[in-house]
């Protein structure tokens, strides 16, 4: 009888687990608990036996009960919470899973990424140097004093904190700050590159107010420029394409001298500055993009960053990142702001 009870005691468990829905532990209910069920015959059997043996075996029966009972209870609880049939929310768990969205870096940093690498390549390390600065670094010690004209080129956010022994603070409106910051090491030769943001009191198509430039400086024993023409057709072919080409055309910086500005050749036109139907290129001037500024350093620059300038020659570029990457084949953006404005379309596009 015991091993009875106990055997009964398991299927009716297992029927009760293996119910699905409300319906099928109803059945599970009138099958084993109802009046002609099998658990409540047993019940009733009970009653038959000899006396000696009632109270043994009743105790069993009964706690045998309580326990179903309290398990139907629970299952029944837990099929109707949840509203629907566990078919319906069977899962495979070999099926495979859906990805959640991912992220990836924003534009501007995979174009800061890639020119730190182009070059790192040619022994340019990059630098990082403060971006909000003394006058000195940005605009004194780069041959512009206080009150110089030129300044107005750099539209300038100046920070309201007391004035130091190397004046103003600024947001550095230029990476040109670094190079003398980086002459001050006195590590022989120079080779940085200084990535950094620039700030500058501008915002429209082509401007933002905070914004990228990349600074490269070259200081040692006879740098010409022939040096420069080497690095800036290495740049712009590895970053451009092999077909691109480079122009200086003279400029005027008070920090280099001689100063250039530096041209690259169109994606667009092939250089040619006609489109096919032979009108004029709409992305260039005349088959040409302007790069940005360049030259051989200034030798009142290389004396305030402590360097004999009859000893040593330098050559220095400044781009801005922002407008380089633009330049890129195939991207045409038509608005510099939109890199900045946070637009998950369109920062997933790249
Ligand atoms: N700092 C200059 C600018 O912001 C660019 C430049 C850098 C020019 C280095 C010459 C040499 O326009």
């Given at each position: 009888m015991k091993d009875k009870i106990k055997t009964l005691q398991r299927e009716i468990a297992k029927a009760i687990q293996e119910a699905r829905t409300p319906t099928a532990l109803d059945e599970v209910q009138n099958t084993?608990?109802?009046?002609?069920?099998k658990l409540t015959m047993i019940l009733r059997a009970v009653r038959d036996l000899p006396e000696k043996d009632r109270p043994s075996i009743g105790k069993i029966v009964n706690s045998a009960k309580l326990d179903l009972e309290s398990r139907l209870n629970e299952r029944k609880a837990m099929l109707e919470g949840q509203g629907s049939s566990l078919d319906e929310e069977w899962?495979?768990?070999?099926e495979p899973g859906i990805r959640p969205p991912e992220g990836h870096l924003h534009l501007v940093t995979h174009a800061i990424r890639e020119i730190t690498s182009i070059f790192d390549t040619i022994g340019f390390t990059r630098v990082r140097y403060p971006e909000v600065d003394w006058d000195w670094y940005a605009f004194e010690s780069l041959?512009?004093?206080?009150?110089?004209?030129?300044?107005?080129?750099?539209e300038t956010f100046f920070m309201d904190a007391p004035p130091g022994k190397k004046g103003k603070m600024v947001?550095?409106?230029?990476?040109?700050?670094?190079q003398v910051r980086e002459m001050e090491?006195?590590?022989?030769p120079i080779r940085m590159i200084d990535i950094a943001k620039c700030y500058r009191r501008q915002s429209d198509v082509t401007h933002v107010p905070m914004f990228h430039q990349f600074e490269g400086l070259y200081v040692d024993k006879d740098v010409s420029i022939a040096h420069l023409r080497g690095i800036l057709d290495y740049f712009v072919k590895a970053f451009f394409g092999p077909d691109r080409k480079t122009r200086l055309r003279p400029f005027h910086f008070r920090?280099?001298?001689p100063s250039f500005e530096i041209d690259v050749s169109c994606d667009a036109c092939g250089g040619s500055g006609k489109n096919e139907q032979g009108?004029?290129?709409?992305?260039?001037k005349r088959g040409w993009l302007e790069l940005g500024g360049a030259g051989m350093v200034h030798p009142n620059v290389l004396s305030a960053g402590g360097i004999d300038s009859t000893e040593y020659s330098g050559l220095a570029f400044g781009w801005g990142v922002e407008r380089t990457y633009m330049m890129k084949?195939?991207?045409?953006?038509?608005?510099?702001r939109t890199l900045y404005r946070n637009d998950i379309r369109f920062l997933k596009q790249f």
């Open positions: 084993y608990f109802g009046r002609k069920g899962a495979d768990v070999t041959n512009m004093p206080a009150d110089h004209p030129a300044r107005d080129e750099w947001l550095t409106p230029h990476t040109s700050n670094s090491r006195g590590e022989f920090f280099t001298e009108e004029k290129c709409r992305m260039c084949e195939g991207l045409k953006v038509d608005d510099i």
